[in-house]
């Protein structure tokens, strides 16, 4: 298998592990979190400084890097690594969450999706057997089926539908899928809120018996309580020999309580579209640099936070004056703090592990014990920047 | 006096001198460019890469800077080097240039102007008194007096009255000078494209005995040639023991002309507003990202240049991409390029002038011998980015 999970430690008080993915493009240690990389690039960051942060597994969308620049047109250049100038470990979603979501779908029938491409209006058909070849064309470490994964309203009959889809599609993925020694393909487990389905999509789907797991649907409109008690649900299900990967969630708490349950890989945009608006994490909870309370404040966005932006002291009345001047170094700052803010979450996250010490987790991290944060506050599409 | 200029060669074929800026805050190898942090950023580019690429000192805008955040606010953080995290020398320019090129001006008189704020459309007068307290309260080590700088196309009268109110302002300027000790005030001479009132200007201003002076006037819609005559007959005129500075210019050409007749100082928007916009420079000329031909090129902008984005493999294909779709990676990548496209130029300026070998440069830079770029082809305000 392309990827493998070597386990280091359990929690004795929950199902959380530590471990180590070894990919062909190294290892990560996991719980680990991966910042997204939607067109080919982590918005307004270098791949140097992703690194620096402490990311070492990134995620890109097939679905933009499709339609631009072009499957066949990365592939040329040696594939998505070496085209934007990251060594590290990557995956590729699939493109159907953003086929789906991105509100240009003409048509989703049993076989796939057809829809106009934002970039130039051309009709696109992705279906099982396009969406392994252009992920065998970016050659990421780890590629994702073709799913159908309907929004959190969905009926019954229309999330059974997906599943049987999601099945089928899988299989199809599976058949076409032509890089195994080098390139992992994931199952992705759907089934909406509904205990039963996720039960029922879980055991067809760890029937292929894969490299590594996803939980998908999540995190798609329905509030912070049901994602705990979905993750909660079906992660400790999944085989404990293999990767799992909770797509598109979330915060700080929904990562800790998905950890908790034993998910092992997380990816979503916070950090880096939270950054570009201005807002910042702290342990304590965000903070809106647009605010007018930061005009004279002269503290880093957070004391003793080690990112280049908070050490490299530009205060917070600093930041809020790029914002306010529309300074491209203001959201560049914002990011890279955001993406040290998880970083650091999931090195405190894996520390807890190994010290087996889960308790201490919340002394660190206040926001954690917050209030919850509504579903309304999530982004649309948490998992393309 | 607060900045002192050491000279360390000479060139024997023309007028270009090698020296060490003196400034409260460290030394500047001279000839100098200083890329323009406009409202207190380099655009898109952290502190750090400005001085990674070889900036030593950087210009900031007192017009932009006294609207947003306001001078008294960057007073209060310890002034424009603590605020924006630049340790190493600052100028500052007066205000008056954008107070009269930014289109909001409302009236311009003998004792100054008044215009209205782009942030907040408050009215606002800056005479030679407000711009010395604001550009005392932002704190650089060099700071510039208000002039009357008007278009290339004025008639003989109206520059006349530019020489006059220059004069006056300067004067004022002087007078108002609240920090002589660790702020120098350079001069500006004035007098357009006429050779008579550049003497006259020189003449009254040098009469000042200021610890620096500048060319004003030039690159704002005259040609090349006109450009080049200008500074031809004025640098040499200045005196010999003071720092000279051609403000706001140029492209490549133009900075080794005006070295040649013996500047020391230069600022320019050009690598950063041309980054911006896809627009990069090589020693052979300048190349548009945005064009399809690059579309295939794994090359990098330029073969052999060391700063991050060509040492870091990025390819012109790459960049493309990133600026076709709309990823803020492609202007910073192409800023940094470009910044240290203009510092590899002053390094081997001051190389060429070190060995006396000033034939060397055009070898090294064909762009040199290029054909003239019109002047509709320079930034309406070079000086403000």
Redesign the interface.
Known sequence: MAVRLEIIARSTTNEARLGRLHTPHGVVETPAFMPVAT???V??????QVRQVGSQMILGNAY?LML??GAE?VA??GGLHR???WDGPILTDSGGYQAFSMSNLLKIDDDGFTFRSIVDGRRIRLDPVSCMRVQNQLGADVAMPLDDCPPAGADRPRVELALERTRRWLAACVESHARREDQALFGIVQGGTHPELRARSLAEVVAFDLPGYAIGGVAVGEGTAEIHRTVAETAPQLPADRPRYLMGVGYERDIVAAVAAGVDLFDCVLPTRSGRNARVFTRAGALNLRNAIH??D?RPIEEGCDC?GCA????R??LR??F??G???G???ASVHNLRHYQRLLLDIRQAIKQDAWSCLETAWPVLAAASEGSADRPADPSSD
Chains 1, 2 share one sequence.
Do not use: C, D, N, Q
């Open positions: 067109a080919g690039s918005k307004g960051v270098w791949p140097e933009h631009r620049p047109r040329e250049f085209f934007m100038r005009a004279r002269s280049p490299g002291g530009f205060s009345a600093y004056h790029l306010a001047a300074e491209m170094l959201p560049t700052i």
